[in-house]
């Protein structure tokens, strides 16, 4: 079973304070009753330890305290979001499907030996889990993107794995490709969580990965995949992204797409994004339109 880590604000306020669970289990062990106050303190005794030792604080006869999903919030604090695109066959295909006379980009960076790299987000503007994300109010096609994400500890390796919401406008990427980081770029559009699954506990190749967008009380689309389907192994990913860029502590890199609702479903205001990933839980995000008051505020 995995080893999750988990971040909480007391009633929504205050210090992030960190939990360990085993699995998905809302169910944590308070890290600060153990001795470990931040996640730089819990990086330092996995790279002693490994999961040894942290299966080792949670065998012990502590505590357990549940969590509230309203206090959720992500547990390590990210400093620049980076994406992978392409790098599953129905990705592929759903950009050759919307693209305006370049798809042979798509089938080509497909097979190619250099991935697609691109900037997503800095971490401080990441929408956290139950938080809501953004819509353009220049776009009419957005659609959620759930993809497994890697989290790099300071030293650049993979420190856990996480569920990542590539919220895109589709109708602004099928344009033209090059104004890809418009179709990515924009407030509020990416989000993690609500677990990291701390990366020797859990097989990342064999996880399932299910999405649903709810409008009201009915579900509108419904779509899974696994990621045994990337092309591309994770460490090819992650050593793409730091040939020529150093690395800061901390980055998150999400890894493509294998779920890409069809063509007649756009989110609208108010529809809720449930992402979920084997033993890292449900991210669940509503979203609306960006105004000039949400982006100062």
Same mark, same amino acid.
């Given at each position: 079973?995995? @080893?999750?880590?988990?971040?909480?604000?007391?009633?929504?306020?205050?210090?992030?304070?960190?939990?360990? *669970?085993?699995?998905?289990?809302?169910?944590?062990?308070?890290?600060?009753?153990?001795? #470990?106050?931040?996640?730089?303190?819990?990086?330092?005794?996995?790279?002693? =330890?490994?999961?040894?030792?942290?299966?080792?604080?949670?065998?012990?006869?502590?505590?357990?305290? &549940?969590?509230?999903?309203?206090?959720?919030?992500?547990?390590? +604090?990210?400093?620049?979001?980076?994406?992978? !695109?392409?790098?599953?066959?129905?990705?592929?295909?759903?950009?050759?499907?919307?693209?305006?006379?370049?798809?042979?980009? $798509?089938?080509?960076? $497909?097979?190619?030996?250099?991935?697609? #790299?691109?900037?997503? %987000? +800095?971490?401080?503007?990441?929408?956290?889990?139950?938080?809501?994300? /953004?819509?353009?109010?220049?776009? %009419?096609? %957005?659609?959620?993107?759930?993809?497994? *994400?890697?989290?790099?500890?300071?030293?650049?390796?993979?420190? /856990? $794995?996480?569920?990542?919401?590539?919220?895109?406008?589709?109708? #602004?990427? =099928?344009?033209?490709?090059?104004?890809?980081?418009?179709?990515?770029?924009?407030?509020?559009?990416?989000?993690?969580? &609500?677990?990291?699954?701390?990366?020797?506990? @859990?097989?990342?190749?064999?996880?399932?990965?299910?999405?649903?967008?709810?409008?009201? *009380?009915?579900?509108? $689309?419904? !779509?899974?995949?696994?990621?045994?389907?990337?092309?591309? &192994?994770? /460490?090819?990913?992650?050593?793409?992204?730091?040939?020529?860029? +150093?690395?800061?502590?901390?980055?998150?890199?999400?890894?493509?797409? /294998? @779920?890409?609702? +069809?063509?007649?479903?756009?989110?609208?205001?108010?529809?809720? @994004?449930?992402?979920?990933?084997?033993?890292?839980?449900?991210?669940?995000?509503?979203?609306?339109? #960006?105004?000039?008051?949400?982006?100062?505020?």
């Amino acid at each position: 079973m995995s @080893i999750n880590l988990w971040g909480w604000r007391e009633n929504g306020r205050g210090a992030v304070r960190l939990g360990l *669970s085993e699995g998905a289990s809302t169910e944590v062990l308070d890290l600060a009753t153990v001795g #470990i106050a931040s996640v730089e303190a819990l990086y330092d005794t996995w790279r002693e =330890g490994g999961q040894a030792r942290l299966r080792d604080l949670l065998g012990r006869d502590s505590e357990r305290r &549940p969590l509230r999903e309203a206090d959720l919030v992500f547990p390590v +604090p990210v400093s620049e979001i980076w994406g992978a !695109g392409v790098t599953y066959e129905r990705s592929r295909d759903a950009r050759e499907e919307e693209s305006e006379g370049f798809d042979a980009l $798509y089938r080509l960076v $497909y097979d190619a030996p250099r991935p697609e #790299i691109f900037f997503k %987000h +800095p971490g401080r503007r990441m929408a956290q889990p139950n938080e809501v994300m /953004g819509l353009r109010d220049d776009a %009419h096609w %957005h659609v959620p993107e759930p993809e497994l *994400s890697v989290v790099l500890g300071p030293g650049g390796e993979i420190f /856990g $794995y996480t569920a990542g919401n590539d919220l895109s406008a589709r109708d #602004i990427e =099928g344009q033209n490709p090059l104004y890809l980081p418009q179709a990515k770029m924009f407030h509020k559009s990416a989000s993690l969580g &609500p677990s990291m699954a701390l990366a020797d506990s @859990i097989d990342p190749g064999a996880l399932d990965i299910a999405c649903t967008i709810t409008r009201g *009380s009915q579900v509108v $689309y419904s !779509g899974r995949t696994r990621t045994s389907l990337i092309r591309r &192994p994770l /460490g090819e990913l992650v050593r793409a992204l730091g040939h020529a860029w +150093p690395l800061e502590p901390w980055t998150v890199l999400m890894t493509g797409t /294998g @779920i890409v609702p +069809p063509d007649d479903v756009a989110l609208i205001d108010d529809d809720v @994004i449930a992402i979920s990933i084997t033993g890292i839980g449900v991210l669940t995000n509503p979203v609306r339109t #960006i105004t000039r008051a949400w982006m100062r505020g």
